[in-house]
């Protein structure tokens, strides 16, 4: 059940970052609910007022696809090593969890009729379900987690349970608007959605490398690494390239950028990347750029993905493979790329003693920041979304009262510096992906 949930997520993920997407935003989940007394499976979504019914038909086609024809031996094996990874991750932060944490999960594992289980126990117990799991038995849950919607089809036969669908939509007096929603048009929207014709999804060949040995070779011998010391302009004394200095180990690659490292004993097997890059939107008027063109490209980026050979779907799913977490920012002052990745070996095929290690986390998120860096592909389609993300953004805050009143405050003390405000819908259109 749970590979077919991670499954599902990552198509609704990877199809809501499409070229055009009809959703903003989607999630499928399922639970024990000690509250309703019953398993609940939940569909969120949030999608611009006059697609609604094109979010409905996408997501729950999506649904339906899983249902009847489950998940791919690709997938299988992607996200069953990630459900692995995952709970060794846990294990090996079992005495650092806190106590509170520990005590909702009890609660919660008692009120649902649940085994409770250490985090060791839990990965054993893990290690020894996938080790015997078949595609057959991923494909059998994956068929009784979507029943409620399959079954909505013209003569199949119907799931058990209620099926509750609520809708916040914009009020309008227009009903022949397509943004219009009522309880009929929703029912009848949800009731054709399920008619659709939906064929089988086509395996996504997931790269277990972005940079191969001999790409690697090269690079080493056109530029041999090489760690310097820290030098500093406030008074701060330089620091040795060969020592390990505490709090902080504090110098610089030979290409001149400045590494700072610092050991974090809370975090068992995770480390955090941060890559800082200097002007943010400062560098938009010293630089001479468009207004709101590094905010937004930096938008592009996170919406984007593609790099090198790759596809962004199959950057995507890399991640995912690896358990990266990446997010891209940019402030007043800083362009800002934040990494989150194990340091473990991941992206294993097999278990047990048949196991076959894949690259490390630390690996796979530099070999991200190299192709970041070096081989980045620039996508309409990604500003497009980019642009989408701060349009919504900028009428959401005009719609809010604390919000407004902040931007209000905000123009009042910086003398309209558009720096420091929400960048409007006009700015917003004006980038183009030359900018």
Known sequence: RRVALAALQIRLNVGGR????????????????????????????????????????????????????????GEMERYASALMT?????????????????????????????????????????????????????????KELCSHVTGLKEGSDGAEGPLI??????????SSGPEYCDEESLVKTIYEACQIEVEPVEDVQVPHTLVSEEVLKEALEANPPEWQGGSFTDGTPNTPADKLTRPFTLRRLGNGIRVGIAQNPAESQRGHLRLVAPGGREAEKKLGFKSGSMAVGARAMQEGGAFGPWSREQVELFC??????????????????DFVFPTTNVG???????????????EAVLQVVREVIAGFHWEEDALGRSKQSYRSAHESLNKSLEGKSTEMIMAAMTDNDDRYLSIDVDTVNAVTLED
């Not at 070229?19 to 949030?46: H, I, K, W, Y």
Request: aromatic share 6%.
């Open 18 to 73: 499409s070229d055009d997407p009809a959703f903003t935003f989607v999630e499928f989940n399922q639970l024990d609910s000690a509250r309703e007394g019953c398993a609940v499976n939940s569909l969120d979504m949030t999608a611009e007022p006059h697609r609604w019914k094109e979010a409905i038909c996408k997501s729950l086609s999506e649904i339906r696809k899983l249902g009847i024809y489950g998940v791919t031996p």
């Open 86 to 142: 995952d709970a060794e991750q846990l294990a090996a932060q079992g005495d650092r969890i806190s106590h509170g944490d520990q005590l909702a999960y009890l609660m919660e594992t008692v009120a649902n009729g649940h085994t409770f289980m250490s985090p060791e126990q839990s990965y054993y117990m893990t290690a020894k379900a996938l080790s015997s799991l078949t595609l057959e038995e991923v494909n059998e849950a994956a």
């Open 165 to 174: 669908a609520v809708a916040c939509s914009p009020k309008t007096p227009d």
């Open 320 to 337: 995912v493979d690896h358990l990266l977490m990446v997010e891209i920012n940019c402030n007043e002052e800083s362009l800002t790329i």
């Open 348 to 362: 294993n095929v097999g278990f047990g003693d048949n196991v076959e290690l894949g690259i490390t986390g630390t």
